[in-house]
């Protein structure tokens, strides 16, 4: 049977939660300050303090954070030239702790190239560690929800973490096999057009037109019977919605940005959602 819904779903801070991964991503850039002689931007504070405290609050909005005159966080907005930095802007306003160590690191020398790297040594120093040792896990109920939710919708994961030494990853919180394709180095924001492109040919070429080689066409999934769902309005939601597509916010910490369908605090709201989507009927 072609499945003729398509969901989308983010890693960090959606299927993958836990403070280590931002934590470490702090100590690398932390640590590329301290080598490369910067002192500013944090008020005395490392990155891995700054981010800590974040977290005990529940807010983003720490002190540290350094503005113009007019309210605007300094940096932000500043042109990128190298590809990988336009793939990953400097966001404003912030809506996870990804993207406050990303301004921090900025605000205090370092360039959006140096975050990107630091952000990809990070990965590797967690999988040294050993995720079993860190607050590394899966939402509750995530593999069941999804191993349901595959019976009806295509069910494609799309992150920018790398490739490489990725499994782990999905073996660590038991969702090795929760996926129909796996999208890494999605380059969200700028690269969710493509992404969601791949994510909606993922449901294989049953019911697809033949070409001139005899060979079928891909099926498509339609835009409008895609739900996506992530934490970062900008990375994982926004481009689906101007599709027509239907979006759930996972907003750890109460941003309530964006215009997302179904704007929720954590997983556990996520269930109610998705049965009431896959159990409603495809219009093909």
Request: net charge negative; charged share 20%; glycine share 10%.
């Amino acid at each position: 049977m072609t499945r003729e819904k398509l969901l989308l779903l983010d890693f960090d801070g959606t299927l993958c939660l836990g403070d280590a991964p931002v934590l470490f991503y702090a100590d690398r850039v932390d640590a590329l300050l301290a080598e490369r002689g910067h002192t500013g931007g944090s008020a005395g504070s490392s990155v891995h303090e700054v981010i800590t405290r974040a977290f005990a609050e529940n807010s983003l909005l720490v002190p540290e954070i350094a503005y113009d005159d007019a309210g605007a966080p300094l940096t932000v907005g500043g042109e990128a030239t190298h590809d990988d930095a336009k793939a990953h802007p400097v966001s404003w306003p912030l809506q996870d702790g990804y993207q406050l160590v990303q301004l921090l690191a900025r605000q205090a020398g370092l360039s959006d190239v140096d975050s990107g790297c630091a952000f990809r040594a990070a990965r590797q120093d967690l999988l040294a560690h050993g995720l079993q040792n860190t607050d590394v896990h899966a939402p509750a109920g995530a593999q069941e929800l999804l191993a349901e939710a595959r019976r009806r919708a295509v069910v494609v994961l799309v992150t920018n973490s790398p490739a490489d030494a990725f499994a782990p990853w999905l073996q660590a919180l038991g969702l090795s096999d929760a996926f129909d394709l796996v999208i890494n180095d999605a380059r969200k924001p700028l690269g969710m057009p493509a992404a969601l492109e791949r994510a909606r040919a993922a449901g294989g070429d049953a019911g697809g037109a033949a070409g001139e080689n005899g060979a079928a066409a891909a099926h498509l999934i339609p835009p409008d019977q895609v739900l996506s769902v992530g934490d970062i309005w900008a990375n994982d939601l926004e481009h689906v919605h101007d599709l027509g597509g239907r979006t759930v916010l996972i907003d750890r910490f109460g941003t309530g940005l964006g215009a997302p369908d179904h704007q929720v605090r954590d997983f556990a709201a996520l269930p109610e959602v998705l049965d009431a989507w896959t159990h409603s009927p495809a219009t093909v």
